[in-house]
C-alpha cells in the first residue's frame, strides 16, 4: 500500500533537488527534504539514491493506430513502447479507421483503450469539413481537445471550407490542436517532382522541397488569425521552420490562447540525414535544415515553444523501403523521446529543468490535467528514475513498437531509463513489465 522514495534527485518546477517521497496507493502523500520517520508498516523501500527521479511524461500527440491499422501499431504495443521510455499519458490522435470524428467512434474508441491501454490517455476528437454540428453536442469531458489537419492526412480528414473553418473557431468548447500545412504548395510541388523525377530513383530529400518551410508558414499564419479574430484557444502541432516561430509570442503557458509543440525528431534530425536514412525519417510536416533545428531549439530556452510532444506515427518497415511517393509518412519515436531530449541535455541544448516543464509540466497545464504532471503532494504518483551513469544501446531487441524498427537502432544514449511508476505502481523496471495481462 505504501511506497517510500529514498533519497532520490528530483526534478520538479525549475528545481534539482534530494528529496524523500512517501506514495500511498495512487497517490503522493509526503515529499520531505529530511528522511521520514515512522513510515507504517510494510512500507516498500526503495533505494533512489544516485538516480534521478522525474514527473511522468505527458505526450500530447501519438498515433497508435487503432482502429482499423493495427497491421501498424495498436493501443496494447504502442503503450508498452510508452512506459518503456518513461511516457506515462497519452493523448491519442482521430485519423484511424474509421476516424474518431463522431459521437459513436468516440465511445468505441474509449472503450479499446480502457481494454488495452497501459498508461494514462486522452483521446482527440477529429474535425471535417460536415461534423462539427455533432461535435458540438458531445460533451467536452469526453475528448482532450479537437484535432484540425489544414494539410491532408490519413483518413480525409482535411478541413479547406472557410465558412466552417470559421464556425469551428468562433464555438469551439476546447482547445484545437492545428496541422499547418498548406494544401495547394503541397500539391503543386508534388506534380513538379514527381514529373521532374518520372522513371528515376527519388531521393528522400526531396520532402522537405515538396513540404516546405512556405507551406507551414503560410498555414500557421492561416490558422493564428482565425484564432485571434475569434479568441481561440488554438495549439500549433510539431513546428518545423524558424520562419513560424516569428508567429509565436515568449512567455508562460498560462497566459498564452496560441501555443505550440514540437518534437524530438524536429529537434533530433535535419535534411541533410535523408541520406543516411531515407524514408525512415520521412515525417509531416518535414525534417528541416540545420538553421530551422537550431532555431527551434533556441525557441524552446525562449518559451516560444511551448511542448514537446512526439507525433509517434509507427508504419511498417516493408512500407518506409518503397520508392519515395510510396512510403507513408511518419516515425515510430514514444519509446525513445526522452532519452533524445536527455541527450540534448547532455549537449547543453537546454537544461533538464527544462525539459520537464516541456515534456510534463506544460503538457499538463494546457489540456487541464488533473492532479499529475508534477511532483506535488496529493498528486499522483506517475514518475520515472533515470541513471544518468549508465548508457542505452537501441536493438531490435529492445525496441518495443508493434513495427519494430527505428532510425535510432544502434545508437548508444548517456542515459537509461531504470523504472516507471503510474498512479503508484511499477509498470516498468530494467526491461521487465510489470501490469496486468492485457492484449
Known sequence: MYKYFENALVVNEGKKEILNILVKENRIEKISASPLSDLPFNTNHIDCKGLILLPGVIDAHVHFREPGLTEKADMHSESIAAVAGGVTTVFDMPNTNPTTTSKQALEEKHQLAKEKMLCNYGLFLGLTNNNFSEIENINSK???????????????????????????????????????????????????????????????????????????FKSTAFAIELAKKHNTKLHIAHISTKEELELLSAGKIENKNITAEVSPNHLWFSEEDFEKYGNLIKCNPSIKTIEDRNALRKALNEDKIDIIAT??????????????????????????????????????????????????????????????????????????????????????????YKCKWSPLENHTFNNKLISTYINGEKVFEKDNFFFEKKK
Open 142 to 216: 469526453d475528448y482532450c481537445g479537437l484535432k484540425l489537419f489544414l494539410g491532408s492526412s490519413t483518413g480525409n480528414m482535411l478541413v479547406d471550407n472557410q465558412n466552417i473553418l470559421e464556425e469551428i473557431f468562433s464555438k469551439s468548447k476546447r482547445i484545437i490542436s492545428a496541422h499547418c500545412e498548406d494544401e495547394k504548395i503541397i500539391k503543386e510541388n508534388t506534380a513538379h517532382y514527381k514529373a521532374l523525377y518520372e522513371g528515376k530513383q527519388t531521393p528522400a530529400n526531396i520532402h522537405s522541397l515538396i513540404r516546405t518551410s512556405e507551406a507551414c
Open 311 to 400: 507525433d509517434h506515427a509507427p508504419h511498417k518497415i516493408e512500407e518506409k523501403q518503397k520508392h519515395y511517393f510510396q512510403a507513408p509518412s511518419g516515425i515510430p519515436s514514444i519509446q525513445h523521446s526522452l532519452l533524445m531530449m536527455l541527450e540534448l541535455v547532455n549537449q547543453g541544448v537546454l537544461t533538464i529543468e527544462k525539459l520537464v516543464e516541456k515534456m510534463s509540466h506544460n503538457p499538463a497545464i494546457l489540456f487541464d490535467i488533473k492532479d499529475r504532471g508534477f511532483i506535488r503532494e496529493n498528486y499522483f504518483a506517475d514518475f520515472i528514475l533515470i541513471d544518468s551513469n549508465q548508457k542505452t544501446t537501441i536493438s531490435k531487441e529492445n525496441i518495443y
